[in-house]
Structure formats: C-alpha cells, structure tokens
C-alpha cells in the first residue's frame, strides 16, 4: 500500500502562527495545477505501481480550489496511479469555505474526509491569529458537512495560545465533543521562525503561555478525550471509534508516499525527496522540464532514527524484536541502553514486547527521541 500527498500552496490570507509553505498570489492557480498534474504524470513511476490507500490534499488551503479544479486533478491521479476503490480521500479546509453547494460538489468528486482548520472556538484567538472564519462558522461548518453526507470528519485545535485560559480550552473541547467530529487534531502551539507570532514574541509584544497552563491544557484534553469515547493514538491526534487518520497513520508506519507539489516531501523506504518551496520555481522547472527538488539517500543509522521517531509517537510504539530484524543487532543494542535509562522514570510502559510512552513519557518525548536516536 502506499500514499500520495498533494500540497495546495495556496492562501486568501496568511494566519500568524503557520509556517507552512504558501503564498496568497492566487493568480497562478491555473498554471499550478497544470505543473502538479505534468509532475503526477512525471512520478507515476515512484510508487512501484503499489495500491494507494490515502490520497491527503493538505496546504495551505486545499478549500481554495473549485470542485471542477479538484476534480481534474483526481481524474489524472486516478488515471496515473493504482488507486484503491476504498482509499481514504481527505481534504484541508478552511471552516468559511464549506457552503453547502461547495460541500455537496466535495462529495460528487470523491471526497470521503474532511480535516476542518478550527484553532479555536473563541472570536478573539480566531482574530488574534488571522484567522478568515468565526467560531459561528466553525460549528456551521461541522454540521452542514454532516449533513452533506461526509460523516468522517476531523477537526484541529491549537491549544497553549498566548492568554489562552482554562475554561475556553475547556469550552472549546466541550464544543467539539458535542459535535459530529469523529478525529481531533490537537496541537501546541509553536513559535516557529518567520511567522508574525515568532517575530512578536521576540520582540515582547506577545507573551507565551506558561508551561504549567499548556501542562494543564494538555491534561484536559486527554481527560475529557476519555470522558467522550475519544482515544489518544499519536502524540496530537485522538479518533472516536477507531477513525485514525490513515493517510497519517502510514506516514508512522512507514508506508511509502509520494509527494507532489512545492514543498511536498516523497519517501518510498530508502530515499526522501523534498520539492522546492517555491510556486513560481516550481511551475517553470515542471514546464522546461528542469530540476525541482533535493533528495537525500538513507543510510541504515538514518532508517533506524526514522522508526524511531515516527513509532514513539503512536500507540503502537516501538518493538526491540522488531528492530533487530530491521536494523540489526547493534541497534537493537543500542536501543536497550538508552531506554534502560528511563526504567524507573514511569515514561515507558512495555506490553507484549512494544514500548509506547505513557502521559508523562509525553511530555519529555523529544528528549526520549534525542536519546534514542543514533547520531
């Protein structure tokens, strides 16, 4: 099995916190979709003609493109890859954009999930990152999807905002259980280089919550995730009734996946390739048939980190068996001293010859990565 990724580099305007690649120059849409199906047709090869289960439309805003341009695209993916009758065909969008025409045209096409860029359920964190929609449009959006017919449906919250309190983190859970949502995406908030948040925090204008209030939030998350049926299976995703993202879910299995568009990353188990992250590039070097991406070769020390750390963050965690069969002895080796540090931590719990993180294995999970991982 196997997946492909499709980046929408588009955006009608730019959210504060986000540093994903994206441009608000809409103007070439067109021309971008052109390249993305000459690259699909360019790549056809990649998969090894492997079945592809997920199709993930991520940006971004995917919610930019018309059902007609979504619907070209699927048609030439549909025809260059061996895609699965039953593959799991999710699709970014912004709240605002999903009208019930526009939802009713998703589904004509093929769409079967839908991933809802909430952030919060209060106006003024929505205003406070750039945000197009209002909390209002959010719950209407949820619904009127529902009621479209497209009942797999995930909804992102980002928590640890700056002045972010309790009892709205709390309103904004309470609010997403009571709603058709079967997936919840929850993230902290990072101060990444380049974004207007980052800038602001250094230059004071924005403070950061404090560690023990995104503590706490973290804690009520997982508490009523289990209070309403909801179960935690990777570090920032909870699904109702074992709804797991599968597109995501393969990425920390290891399932190869093909990436197409500028800034989209490929892997097929012994390269990763990375495409410019630059619209304009990348619909020149598509049209002269230059180059448009970077790829690196992995060495065994590099496959071994990657299981590393893609499987702590998921409930199926890591096997030493398995990583003896994989990578051999020393590995498996070297593993066993670096977890032995943590015996008595209560990080770790082992079941069945898998070890996954407990709670508080959670919240130090990227010095556990760090000591794991082979340099």
Not at 210 to 226: P, T
């Amino acid at each position: 099995m196997a997946g492909i990724y499709i980046h929408i580099p588009f955006c009608r305007q730019k959210c504060y916190y986000c540093d994903f690649y994206k441009t608000v120059n809409i103007s070439l849409q067109q021309n971008f979709i052109e390249a993305l199906k000459n690259e699909a047709k360019i790549r056809k090869n990649y998969l090894n003609n492997e079945t592809v289960e997920t199709i993930y439309f991520g940006g971004g805003t995917p919610s930019v493109l018309t059902a007609a341009e979504l619907a070209d695209i699927l048609q030439v993916i549909n025809h260059e890859f061996k895609v699965s009758s039953g593959a799991e065909i999710t699709f970014e969008a912004n709240p605002d954009d999903l009208t019930p025409a526009y939802l009713a045209a998703l589904k004509s096409v093929g769409i079967n999930r839908l991933s809802i860029g909430i952030q919060a359920f209060q106006n003024r964190h929505l205003q406070q990152m750039n945000r197009r929609h209002s909390a209002e449009q959010a719950v209407d959006a949820i619904i009127n999807a529902f009621k479209a017919g497209i009942s797999n449906l995930s909804a992102d919250l980002i928590y640890g905002l700056p002045a972010l309190s309790e009892t709205e983190w709390k309103e904004s859970l309470k609010q997403v259980f009571q709603l058709p949502v079967k997936h919840l995406s929850a993230y902290h908030l990072t101060y990444h280089e380049g974004t207007a948040f980052y800038t602001w925090l250094k230059k004071g204008t924005l403070k950061e919550l404090k560690e023990n209030d995104s503590v706490a939030q973290f804690n009520l998350l997982l508490n009523m995730a289990i209070a309403n049926n909801f179960e935690h299976y990777e570090i920032s995703n909870l699904a109702k009734d074992k709804l797991y993202s599968r597109h995501n879910t393969a990425y920390w299995m290891g399932t190869s996946y093909l990436g197409l568009g500028p800034s989209a990353h490929s892997f097929n188990g012994a390269s990763r390739r990375w495409n410019v992250s630059h619209v304009e590039t990348y619909i020149k070097a598509l049209k002269n048939n230059e180059s448009y991406f970077e790829e690196e070769k992995l060495s065994e020390n590099d496959k071994y980190n990657e299981y590393i750390l893609t499987r702590i963050r998921t409930k199926w965690g890591i096997s030493q068996t398995e990583i003896q069969q994989l990578f051999g002895a020393e590995k498996a080796q070297h593993f066993a001293q670096q977890i032995a540090k943590y015996k008595h931590a209560q990080v770790f719990k082992a079941n069945r010859q898998k070890i996954t993180l407990t709670r508080k294995g959670l919240f130090i999970s990227d010095e556990i990565m760090a000591d794991l991982i082979i340099i």
